[in-house]
Nanobody, 122 residues
């Protein structure tokens, strides 16, 4: 059974930082592309960033480029999302996802985590 468990969400002030983690189990982590999506209240889920299985290829949404950094540790079956210079519009539930199909620019998740809330106060 595949499980993706996010952690690290919370409340932070504008300009602050948070680091999200996603621990994966039940899959061969090193063969999966990993990504983060987010969903704000009343809005559709949107793509944030994806990283290839090797960590070599990374693709960011324009809205987070230069502020967010994704990384992965295949030895720990974990993917991270470092979020800096946070803005109120970054407030959302953040979801970790895993998929084997396509490139990171067209990331197609096969599995999802349960999400972690990030709230940025103004």
């Amino acid at each position: 059974q595949v499980q993706l468990v996010e952690s690290g969400g919370g409340v932070v002030q504008t300009g602050g930082s948070l680091r999200l983690s996603c621990a994966a189990s039940g899959l061969t982590f090193g063969t999966y592309n990993m990504g983060w999506f987010r969903q704000a209240p009343g809005k559709e889920r949107e793509f944030v960033v994806a990283i290839s299985w090797s960590g070599v290829s990374i693709y960011y949404a324009d809205s987070v480029k230069g502020r967010f950094t994704i990384s992965r540790d295949n030895a720990k079956n974990t993917v991270y999302l470092q979020m800096n210079s946070l803005k109120p519009e970054d407030t959302a539930v953040y979801y970790c996802a895993a998929g084997v199909r396509g490139a990171v620019r067209s990331f197609e998740p096969d599995y999802w985590g349960q999400g972690t809330q990030v709230t940025v106060s103004s």
